[in-house]
């Protein structure tokens, strides 16, 4: 019988294709599109209730790379400040901010 955490715990539709970008970041070094894609997935996943490895694994990438989440989002706001780090691919006329 599933425990109440087991039963409300959701599956991200993008958790697939993010689990590939957190697997990159643990094995790369902290450049500027590596911080904003860090970035981008710590506020997509904050609070979501699911994802737990997902979670746990962005925690550990904090340690590894010897960050606070209030130092992340600064250096990626510098970053964004002076450099359009995403490009638009194809068509696409937005980021992916979801």
Do not use: C
């Amino acid at each position: 019988m599933p425990t109440p955490k087991q039963t409300q715990d959701q599956k991200h539709p993008l958790e697939k294709q993010d689990r590939e970008i957190v697997n990159r970041l643990l094995q790369e070094e902290p450049t500027d599109y590596n911080l904003a894609e860090f970035a981008r997935l710590r506020i997509r996943y904050q609070n979501f209730p699911g994802a737990r490895e997902t979670q746990k694994d962005l925690d550990r990438l904090l340690n590894l790379w010897q960050l606070t989440e209030a130092a992340l989002f600064e250096k990626t706001r510098q970053i964004h400040l002076k450099a359009q780090v995403y490009k638009k691919r194809g068509d696409e006329s937005q980021q992916d901010w979801s």
